[in-house]
């Protein structure tokens, strides 16, 4: 080893001995080791209301992990009637997540959420955004399709939000929309009309969370469009401002 070498290693040992000596004068006698990565507990998202701040020492799952997790599903009676889980659609690091109800029978039959004509319509406001599926992250709050797209049942939601939860504290976006009554009601635990709860900013464990009418109530009154728009220009702002600070 070279003079210069040890003469180096000499002055880091000298300035560590000097930081643990000041850490002891001001009453640190001990420093945390961070574990590793997969000794860490998994991420769960804040209780709601609990803010961004606190800094958490978790390991994020991977979207991979919780599918995987899910498996081939038989946690509720919907997997006697399903073909495909529907299981979410999209960029893994999206700043925007949007949440709908329950997979369809096109859903179904192609294991990806809001193909049908929902989903044009769907496709249109995000395009009119200036955002494609790409750059999004879609879901559901119930991963199969209920028989006859009848509404979901309680037992159902209960055996399949947790994977939602899981789904949205791994990505964790800046913002999330609550596509329609059902999705609104179920993540904010809230019963009030979702013509009530449209358009003004909830909190979702920390992140804004904007409920809209669902694309399929659009389809069978337009009129509601122009209220659609106006939330989603909310939600562009509020992407903005997140993306600047
Ligand atoms: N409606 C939904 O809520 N989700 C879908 O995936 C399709 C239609």
């Not at 390991?59 to 991979?64: A, F, K, Y």
Request: proline share 7%; aromatic share 4%; with cysteine.
């Amino acid at each position: 080893m070279g003079n210069d070498v040890k003469q180096q290693i000499l002055e880091i040992l000298g300035q560590t001995k000097s930081l643990l000596e000041d850490l002891a004068l001001s009453g640190t006698h001990e420093i945390p080791v961070i574990p590793r990565a997969e000794a860490l507990p998994r991420c769960e998202l804040p209780p709601s209301g609990g803010g961004q701040g606190a800094a958490v020492l978790c390991q994020r799952e991977s979207l991979e992990e919780i599918l995987t997790d899910l498996g081939d599903c038989r946690r509720c009676p919907l997997c006697e009637g399903r073909k495909n889980i529907v299981f979410g659609v999209g960029n893994p690091q999206a700043r925007l997540v949007l949440v709908g109800e329950a997979p369809g029978r096109e859903e179904d039959e192609k294991g990806e959420p809001f193909v049908g004509e929902a989903g044009r319509l769907l496709d249109r406001i995000l395009h009119a955004m200036g955002l494609g599926r790409d750059q999004v992250y879609i879901c559901n709050v119930e991963k199969c399709r209920p028989p006859g797209n009848r509404d979901p049942r309680l037992e159902e939601i209960e055996a399949c939000e947790p994977f939602l939860i899981r789904q949205l504290a791994s990505i964790r976006p800046s913002v999330i929309v609550a596509l329609g009554k059902f999705a609104a009601q179920t993540l904010l635990r809230d019963q009030t009309s979702i013509t009530r709860l449209r358009g003004t900013w909830k909190d979702y464990h920390g992140i804004p969370l904007m409920p809209t009418y669902h694309p399929a109530y659009l389809l069978r009154n337009p009129s509601g469009k122009q209220e659609v728009w106006e939330d989603m220009k909310q939600v562009l702002k509020r992407l903005q401002q997140s993306e600047q600070g």
